[in-house]
């Protein structure tokens, strides 16, 4: 006897009874012997005219050819499964009753005795999934038409156990069989209705909306058309039931029509993000994702979705007079929905009040509908700061709006009775926001800092910002620490002595004490408070886990990084942390998947290709080594710390002579300009020049370069550490012993 599987992949099986054991018989795609049999097992009694089956599967050939092919065929069929398996005649050819077995009946036969979950787990996929006779036109028609049908009862049967389940208390297994139909029929309302009805009635609220955008995307894609007005209703009800918990704020638009307000529009989002993440108790996306926003089309639906938020506020900056006119509007993501709207008229110099009411009236509004959603009133007044004093209403939805007509006074984070900015300041503090997002704008992110701090010397946040400028300045060698360490020191220092509460400058002063002063319990103790500080914020908890993994803490590494992931999602500083993370612990595979994807997003992100290419060598995959660090090397943008990775994966490799030029190019340039000695440390050890690695490492020691951190863990210097003077080095750094 056989076992004939035709949903899904086509398999035979020999039954051997008597052993009640199965063995598998091979099984040729496309042989129209195989087509022959299967057609033969699902006729009703198991036979074929023959005049039917030369008519089917030799349409193109002549009478007598067509009879020879299909002889031919039917002897293959006795050769390979048995002379007792099938009947011919002069007039019918069949298989013999009881000889073959089909999963094809067994499901028709449990549809028709009402046993659906027998049926669903006989429905391993399609009739002949994948099974093509280009030259039998009709044998195909006939498997279209099977497959069809056998769809049809999957689905109904399907849905009939799915319904089984719900009633009978088991609505888990009823939402899985649910979504093993959906995957059937993506732009079927009826199925697609139903899942979400069973996921609202088990409270699961957002698998429910989630569910109605992929048949909402499905309708889209396949049909060109919406969902129909009663799963939009359906949706729509669960939306508004649904708690916002997280929110992101798309960069403002600017509209005034003159490029310079580029940097108040970018600093207000700034304002916005910050004041949310100390008010809104959910997550609040960090600006470095929402900024790769800036200048696109991309429709809500998809913003919500890619930033993985309930809601979005996106808003406009315009001329009014000598003044602006800010417009906001808060956004639910799935249902669309519009919950909240606020138009402002204010100078520049009352953005920050603005944005931080701004951010309370939100927050409020959120908190105002989740209580209406628990209790069915409002439960009482809502609470947002008091608006100063000369300040009246514009227009507003759901919280009031102003319209400053005197100062209004500007508070750090976490400082509400810190002093007001006079006229300029906070211009200039929302253009160094504005440029401090890119290394480009770097110097006139400082310029500007300071041109604020001119005028305004006792403003916490502009510390914080200067100090965090001179971090990355650090971090990139853009100058040497003899020159970077004072001023860093001085504005990080001062950020924290004018907000003790101020998380950025938390952070800022861990960073000194690791990249300067390679105080470790110092650097740790700043960074966990500045995380803790600004727990909402992803740049305080990449700073962590990027100080926890460069100390061997790759676990706690790990959760930093989910937590910064969490606020960044879309952001390539982030991703990279978590990438170099997984480099320093030696698990180059995942490192390197999680730059794939970061690249994907960000092709030009340069440290990126260059630690793809240090995984590859790693991972004695020389020839992808070489590609990604030639690539590297082709786009370091005169950055010689890239180039020195880049080289150190080319040794690595096995091309220390290719790399040799690009290393002599490395020499000169520090003879020119500052260069960490540990990246020329790093190249050297990649190339295997070892007393060379080790004469720049101990540079590094005497000239305090910031990079000391990050040798305890380096994958390129363990050829050297059972060297005395490797570990002379590291005993001078004294760096804490591991837990």
């Known amino acids: 006897m056989y076992e004939l599987s035709l949903l899904g992949t086509v398999r035979l099986h020999r039954v051997d009874a008597g052993a009640g054991s199965a063995s598998a018989i091979r099984v040729e795609a496309q042989a129209k012997p195989l087509a022959v049999f299967l057609y033969l097992a699902l006729q009703p009694g198991g036979g074929c005219r023959r005049d039917s089956l030369l008519a089917i599967f030799w349409p193109e050939s002549d009478g007598r050819r067509a009879r020879n092919s299909l002889s031919k065929t039917l002897g293959r069929l006795r050769s390979r499964l048995g002379a007792d398996v099938m009947y011919a005649d002069s007039q019918e050819v069949g298989i013999v009753p009881g000889a073959v077995r089909t999963d094809v009946d067994s499901m028709r036969m449990a549809v028709r005795h009402g046993d659906w979950a027998e049926a669903r787990d006989l429905y391993a996929g399609d009739f002949l999934e994948g099974f093509h006779l280009a030259d039998a036109p009709a044998f195909e028609r006939w498997v279209a038409g099977v497959r069809n049908e056998l769809r049809r009862t999957a689905i109904h049967s399907f849905m009939q156990l799915a319904e089984g389940q719900a009633a009978s208390g088991k609505p888990r297994a009823a939402v899985e069989t649910l979504r093993q139909t959906q995957r059937m029929v993506p732009a079927d309302e009826s199925v697609a209705h139903r899942l979400i009805e069973v996921l609202r009635d088990l409270g699961a609220s957002h698998e429910a909306l989630a569910a109605y955008r ?10 060109g058309a919406p969902p129909s007005a009663a799963l939009r209703s359906l949706a729509e009800s669960i939306g508004r039931a649904v708690p916002i918990d997280s929110l992101a704020v798309v960069p403002w638009a600017n509209l005034t029509g003159d490029t310079d307000h580029e940097s108040v529009a970018d600093g207000f989002t700034d304002l916005m993000i910050t004041e949310l993440a100390l008010l809104f108790p959910g997550r609040v996306i960090s600006r470095q994702s929402v900024l790769q926003l800036r200048a696109s089309d991309t429709p809500l639906r998809d913003v919500g979705r890619l930033l993985r938020v309930d809601a979005v506020i996106e808003g406009s900056i315009a001329r009014f007079g000598e003044g602006l006119t800010l417009t906001a509007q808060l956004l639910r993501v799935e249902p669309e929905g519009h919950l909240w709207a606020e138009r402002v008229r204010a100078s520049i110099e009352d953005l ?51 319209r400053p007509t005197g100062p209004a006074s500007i508070s750090p984070a976490g400082n509400a009775d810190a002093e007001r900015l006079p006229a300029g300041a906070c211009e200039a503090y929302l253009r160094a926001r504005h440029f401090s997002n890119t290394l480009s704008g770097l110097e006139r992110a400082e310029t500007s800092y300071r041109e604020c701090l001119e005028i305004a010397p006792g403003h916490a ?64 103790e700043a960074l966990r408070r500045g995380a803790q500080l600004a727990a909402g914020q992803a740049e305080a908890h990449r700073h962590l886990a990027f100080f926890l993994a460069a100390m061997g803490r790759f676990n706690e590494a790990a959760a930093e990084c989910v937590r910064a992931r969490d606020r960044d999602p879309i952001g390539p500083a982030t991703a990279f942390t978590a990438a170099w993370s997984l480099y320093k612990a030696g698990r180059h595979a995942e490192s390197n998947g999680i730059l794939a994807d970061l690249l994907a997003m960000h092709p030009y992100f340069v440290l990126a290709t260059t630690y793809r290419a240090l995984n590859f060598a790693l991972l004695d995959r020389a020839d992808d080594a070489v590609l990604e660090a030639t690539k590297s090397m082709q786009t370091t943008a005169g950055s010689p710390e890239v180039l020195a990775l880049a080289i150190a994966a080319l040794g690595r490799a096995g091309q220390a002579r290719t790399a040799e030029p690009a290393l002599a190019r490395l020499m000169q340039t520090e003879r020119e300009r500052y260069v960490d000695p540990w990246a020329i440390a790093i190249a050297c ?55």
């Open 461 to 524: 946040p502009s510390w914080a910002g200067l100090a965090s400028t001179y971090a990355v300045e650090t971090m990139f060698a853009v100058r040497s620490p003899a020159e970077l360490f004072p001023s860093f020191r001085k504005a990080a220092e001062r950020a924290v002595a004018l907000d003790p509460l101020h998380g950025e400058a938390w952070a800022s002063l861990g960073l000194y004490r690791m990249l300067a002063d390679r105080d470790w319990a110092g650097a740790e």
């Open 685 to 739: 050890a990649g190339m295997g020049r070892d007393d060379e690695a080790l004469h720049w490492l101990r540079r590094m020691y005497d000239e305090r370069s910031p990079s000391a951190f990050c040798i305890r863990h380096d994958p390129l210097l363990d050829g050297l550490r059972s060297d005395a003077r490797f570990r002379n080095i590291e005993r001078r750094l004294a760096f804490p012993r591991p837990a």
């Open 214 to 223: 992929e048949v909402a995307d499905a309708l889209r894609s396949e049909v």
């Open 352 to 402: 920050p009040s603005v944005a931080r009411r701004m951010a309370a009236a939100v927050t409020d509004c959120i908190e105002s509908l989740q209580n209406v959603k628990r209790t069915g009133h409002t439960g009482g007044p809502q609470t947002r700061p008091e608006a100063p004093a000369g300040l009246q209403v514009v227009h507003g939805s759901s919280a009031p709006s102003v």
